[in-house]
Antibody, heavy 115, light 106 residues
Framework: EVQLVESGGGLIQPGGSLRLSCAAS????????MNWVRQAPGKGLEWVST???????YYADSVKGRFTISRDNSKNTLYLHMNSLRAEDTAVYYC?????????WGQGTLVTVSS | IQLTQSPSSLSASVGDRVTITCRAS??????LVWYQQKPGKAPKLLTH???TLQSGVPSRFSGSGSGTDFTLTISSLQPEDFATYYC?????????FGGGTKVEIK
């Protein structure tokens, strides 16, 4: 059974850094396209980043240069390294699998950027 | 690529036929997918590219369109279908979502 479990969210001050993790089971992260999608409180969905099985990465303009997507094949885990966090980065962050539509999603982890 | 969904919300009754529209700011072929999201839950994939229904999704849901104009149709609205629906384009980066359509009970 495919499962994705995010962790690492929390309250962080503006300018701070955080690393989100997404532990996968039931499939191999390195063999698939993996994504991060976020949702600010009461708002719609926003695509954040994608990593291909080849290792190619893509980012939304709003996070480019501040966020880095990566994976640890030995742990079958996806990461999102977030630096220079801003209030507008406050959101639930979801990891999701897929390239022709995300067919599996985690439960989400809340990141709150506030002083 | 901007995606404009309409309406942003609608009220409907059980059994109604519901149509949601998603318009792209430029042609995206058939690289558009639809999701359903219920409060406090992760989105659920309804259709993937080429309007193909995702496995396990009831056949009352259907997607259509290509180029710039797309629709999601629910042929007979059921109580479990009250949710927010999003389109997403997968044609080019940055990937984008529509603003969402909230389907409420009349």
């Amino acid at each position: 059974e495919v499962q994705l479990v995010e962790s690492g969210g929390g309250l962080i001050q503006p300018g701070g850094s955080l690393r989100l993790s997404c532990a996968a089971s039931g499939f191999t992260v390195s063999s698939d396209y993996m994504n991060w999608v976020r949702q600010a409180p009461g708002k719609g969905l926003e695509w954040v980043s994608t990593i291909y099985s080849s290792g190619s990465t893509y980012y939304a303009d709003s996070v480019k240069g501040r966020f880095t997507i990566s994976r640890d094949n030995s742990k079958n885990t996806l990461y999102l390294h977030m630096n220079s966090l801003r209030a507008e980065d406050t959101a639930v962050y979801y990891c999701a699998r897929g390239n022709l539509g995300c067919d599996y999603w985690g439960q989400g982890t809340l990141v709150t950027v506030s002083s | 690529i901007q995606l404009t969904q309409s309406p942003s919300s609608l009220s409907a009754s059980v059994g109604d036929r519901v149509t949601i529209t998603c318009r792209a700011s430029q042609g995206i072929g058939n690289y558009l997918v639809w999701y359903q999201q219920k409060p406090g839950k992760a989105p659920k994939l309804l259709t993937h590219v080429a309007s193909t229904l995702q496995s396990g999704v009831p056949s009352r849901f259907s997607g259509s369109g290509s180029g710039t104009d797309f629709t999601l149709t629910i042929s007979s609205l059921q109580p479990e279908d009250f949710a927010t629906y999003y389109c997403q384009q997968l044609n080019s980066y940055p990937l984008t979502f529509g603003g969402g359509t909230k389907v409420e009970i009349k």
